[in-house]
């Protein structure tokens, strides 16, 4: 059996931690109804997908929690890529709650932001994560890079 | 009742009826996992002496499968190299295979004894840590 796919580990707790806090900005700002707390979320959610080294949840789990103790960071052997993806997803759903609260669609807006706490609250809870399974699928429909089975256990991207 | 006490508990009725939904999911696929156990036999002699063999559902396009899968069966291979055969089977090309041991999803990996018979089923990714327990377990078992 071969594989030329490397190692790939994310960090466990950091995951949860960024759920825990898209779950705590969302529903604070559902209960509040305060939006700078739902446009704080969509811009911490977007700079993870974008940009993952400097995510706000990452900078203050990597500076502050874990030198004080707080959190151990725990390797497990995870892809990133359908992670960044589902936090991609997060951000398109809470930009859109955004929009529609400030253009007084409180309905659809509150209705945008409870979405993104039922789905980050589902995978803080049990681990299901809804954007990977949309990843994994849409690699199937070849709308992701994607990779053949072409025998005998050998891979290759197409 | 104010509003903001209102919206808390809709919070906690969406939140607590989302939660119970996917626990009812994970119970019937834990189900199914011991259905698995008490039912099939492996029809086939293991080719290696500890004759732990684990089958490893997949599909030709799925990313898991290669990107995450694979490379910790590879890793359990290494770890337990001599008592560990790893046999993979194309999920769609074997249908027969895939409905016996009630593979609803790949990567699904099944972990059998020395008998043929199934000692642990795993609906989606397990991790090298999950595969190298269960393992260990029918090693010690049959020891």
Known sequence: ?158 | MPAIFARLLLLLVIGGGTTGLIWGTQQYLRRQGRQVMRTTQFQSTPSIAAGIRILAFHTADCRQCFTMQDPALQRLATARAGHVEIIHIDAIAQPEMARQYRVMTVPTTVVLDPTGHAQAVNFGFAPTNTLLAQVDQILTVHA
């Open chain 1, 1 to 158: 059996m071969t594989s030329s796919a490397p190692g790939l580990v994310v960090d466990a707790r950091l995951l949860k931690f960024s759920q825990g806090s898209v779950m705590a900005l969302t529903a604070l700002a559902f209960v509040l109804q305060f939006t700078p707390l739902a446009i704080l979320a969509a811009i911490c959610l977007g700079i993870s997908a974008i940009a993952p080294q400097i995510s706000p949840f990452r900078l203050l789990y990597r500076l502050v929690l874990v030198p004080l103790h707080i959190f151990t960071p725990k390797r497990v052997e995870d892809d990133p890529a359908p992670h960044r993806f589902a936090q991609a997803i997060g951000t398109v759903f809470m930009v859109a709650s955004v929009v529609a609260l400030s253009a007084h669609a409180s309905v659809a807006g509150w209705a945008l932001d409870l979405i993104v706490f039922v789905l980050s609250g589902i995978n803080f809870t049990v681990g299901f994560c809804a954007g990977c399974f949309v990843y994994y699928h849409l690699g199937r429909l070849g709308l992701m890079p994607r990779v053949r089975y072409v025998g005998d256990f050998h891979w290759r991207g197409v």
